[in-house]
């Protein structure tokens, strides 16, 4: 069964920087596409990035320039490097895994397992 931990939320303030973990297991890495997503108190669960294998990651509007997505396919993780947040960032972080032949990828229900989440505080 697969399993998805994700790791290394906080506090920051605004303009900072903050890299977050997601560590796969139970499962082959590489036969998944990896995603983060977030949800803010009273939202719904948002599409933030998501890992291809073989491309440099797709990133929704509102992160693109400032949100890294990186996997490493040895070590079964998934980061995401955080830079220039904003306090509108601060949600529950997601990672998820899904199928490589999923097409909707920012819609949540095309993803098959998730992480518990981590906290991401931005602080104005």
């Known amino acids: 069964q697969v399993e998805l931990v994700e790791s ?3 506090l920051v303030q605004a303009g900072g920087s903050l890299r977050i973990l997601c560590a796969f297991s139970g499962g082959t890495f590489n036969r998944y596409f990896i ?3 977030r949800q803010a108190p ?4 948002e599409f933030v990035a998501i890992s291809r294998s073989g491309d440099n990651g797709f990133y929704a509007d509102s ?3 400032r ?3 990186s996997r490493d396919n040895f070590q079964n993780t998934v980061h995401l490097q955080m830079n220039s ?6 949600a529950v972080y997601y990672c998820a895994a899904g199928p490589p032949y ?3 990828y920012e819609d949540p229900h095309s993803y098959d397992f998730w992480g518990q989440g981590t906290q991401v505080t931005v602080s104005a």
Do not use: H, N, Y
Request: hydrophobic share 30%; charged share 30%.
């Open 8 to 10: 290394g939320g906080g």
């Open 35 to 37: 995603s983060w997503f």
């Open 42 to 45: 009273g939202k719904e669960r």
């Open 63 to 65: 992160v693109k320039g």
């Open 67 to 69: 949100f890294t997505i």
């Open 85 to 90: 947040l904003k306090p509108e960032d601060t």
């Open 102 to 104: 999923m097409r909707a």
